[in-house]
């Protein structure tokens, strides 16, 4: 709760269209890398925000990075991600690409739709913890809904206003 003096102010995020969405489209996940031992052993995360749609195909992407070939797949279809930083603008594209684990769940759903274009819906909530890994961060994610149904994001965005989202603080 504000304060009495403590002016409280709301932010009306931007929409914008763009090329393709990621969770780095949301913020820096690298943040989860700075935590100190005590966070990282208390599991706290850090959250970058959600990401949601309806994923109907694949996108295969190879490209080649100072001689090293890395194939990158992303979803195609219509999604948006809703950062938590609510200073950052809505996205929204016909390409997006999840983070490692949740892509996976969610291609090999696609992949099985065969002629079927109906698309997999999907709604995660998106962060990172810090890990001992090469980058110091890895990404987690929590799955918000599980919907059917024709118009897809509508449904999804009444799904994810319902659920209780608290904001954590850095």
């Known amino acids: 709760m504000a304060k009495a003096n403590e002016k409280t102010e709301t932010v009306k995020q931007q929409v ?8 780095k489209s949301m913020g820096n996940p690298k943040v989860a890398a700075g935590f100190s031992d005590e966070d990282a052993t208390a599991g706290r995360i850090h959250w970058l925000g959600v990401m949601f749609g309806r994923a ?17 797949i992303g979803l195609t279809g219509i999604f948006e991600c809703h950062p938590e930083d609510k200073r950052r603008p809505i996205q929204r594209s016909g390409v997006c690409y999840l983070p490692p684990g949740v892509r996976q769940m969610v291609e090999a759903e696609v992949a099985a ?4 274009k109906t698309g997999v819906i999907f709604a995660y909530r998106v962060g990172t913890i810090r ?3 090469a980058v ?35």
């Open 131 to 133: 890990s001992t890994n």
């Open 56 to 72: 109907s195909g694949l996108k295969r992407t190879i490209t080649d990075k100072n001689g090293k070939i890395e194939e990158q």
């Open 16 to 23: 914008m269209a763009v090329s393709k969405i990621a969770a």
């Open 136 to 170: 110091g961060y890895e990404y987690v994610s929590h799955n918000m809904v599980e919907i059917t149904g024709e118009d897809a994001l509508s449904g999804i965005r009444e799904a994810v206003a319902q659920q209780d989202i608290k904001l954590l603080t850095n």
């Open 113 to 116: 739709l065969g002629d079927d």
